[in-house]
């Protein structure tokens, strides 16, 4: 490749900020999929990933996508991403699943679970560098590139009117989407640097805790504990995990927890009693990201309840770590199920990419 920025890049990013910020802001969507930054020099097509790490092979319909519809030379800033249009809504599990060691999968997978790229700033542009240039220049510029664009690949959504932002904060969740992103009008890229901001919606529920795992190589701290929730047919279903205890509280939780220490005979979660349309943590104790990872873990007896802060669903589940709040004494395990959970409004991904 001959461009004026060379793969591999780390991507410009945000700070968490409470509400939607006003001046000279664009606002935009906050896609939930995988950050990318594309280069295209003729037939060459490379994907970087957030940890300038190659992900090009993984999405062949993508690089087919890239060569038909960018310009011949460009550096592209932007999101992959994974439909469902049988729901209207983004698909993460499906994204995740795209990262696989064999050829036959991949190929397999970008048949059935297509990805697209969402675009969202323009680093380069033939021999021109544009990471110098404002943010309102760039999207002028990305806006004109993008004008003949067919899917897969789109150009995300943007606005200055922060009113329009807080209507597609409250909508585009409904779509699978994961908050708002505002970026000055005036800065440069900068890559590596917080500087946008970003809103994501911030909810709390009370999990029950039902295990926990152990902290990296100290076998008497706690690392994560284990959030279940109660479906409509009484069973325990495994939500995700709550992390992030400073060192001296995994240590006094081990001690805490340990009166409830149980076996996993007659568990909710015993993986010789389990049904297959239950998700339990025992269904995937190997982690996709980190090969040999031990996801096993201490099973408790389910009569603890705890507070935790979350900001979205993917299916079932809490689409990322859960953070701790508060233990609940007064909360009966039993009571903690789904309908606590709020609902985001429906909303169609295909008005989103529209």
């Known amino acids: ?67 038909s519809s960018l310009p011949e030379r460009c550096v592209l800033d932007g999101e992959i991403v994974v439909p469902d249009p049988a729901r209207g809504r983004l698909d993460f599990e499906a994204l995740q699943q795209r990262i696989h060691p064999a050829e036959s999968r991949v190929r397999l997978l970008a048949q059935r679970t297509p990805a697209h790229f969402v675009a969202f700033d323009l680093l380069a542009l033939g021999d021109r560098d544009l990471a110098g240039e404002p943010f309102r220049e760039r999207r002028r510029l990305l806006e004109q590139v993008l004008a003949a664009a067919e899917p897969p690949i789109h150009l995300t959504p943007a606005t200055r009117d922060p009113e329009v932002a807080r209507r597609w904060f409250d909508e585009f969740e409904g779509a699978g989407l994961d908050g708002i992103v505002a970026k000055p009008l005036e800065e440069t890229y900068q890559p590596d640097k917080r500087v946008m901001l970003k809103i994501k919606h911030v909810r709390t529920a009370d999990c029950v805790v039902a295990g926990y795992r152990t902290y990296k190589n100290d076998a008497h701290a706690v690392g994560s504990l284990l959030l279940g929730l109660y479906d409509d047919n009484g069973g325990l ?8 205890f400073p060192a001296q509280q995994r240590r006094a939780l081990f001690v805490e927890l ?4 149980t076996t996993f005979e007659r ?39 705890v507070e935790v802060r979350y900001d979205h669903m993917e299916g079932n589940r809490f689409r990322h770590t859960a953070q701790f709040i508060r233990w609940r004494p007064d909360r009966d395990p039993r009571s903690c199920n789904f309908s606590q959970l709020e609902e ?10 529209r």
């Open 267 to 305: 568990h909710p979660w015993n993986w010789a009693e389990e049904e297959p349309t239950t998700r339990t943590p025992r269904s995937a104790e190997t982690s996709r990201w980190s090969a040999g990872k031990d996801l096993t873990f201490v099973p408790l007896r389910p009569e603890r309840v």
């Open 344 to 353: 985001p409004v429906q909303f169609d991904l295909a008005d989103v990419l």
């Open 237 to 244: 279903v495994n939500v995700g995990v709550v992390g992030a």
């Open 1 to 67: 490749m001959n461009l004026p920025i060379m793969p591999y890049v780390a991507p410009m990013l945000a700070k968490p900020v409470e509400d939607i910020p006003l001046g000279g802001y664009s606002y935009e969507p906050k896609w939930d999929g995988f950050r990318a930054i594309v280069f295209r020099d003729r037939d060459e097509v490379e994907i970087g990933s957030r940890n300038e790490r190659p992900m090009t092979r993984y999405f062949p319909e993508v690089v087919v996508a890239i060569r």
């Open 258 to 261: 340990q009166p409830l220490v």
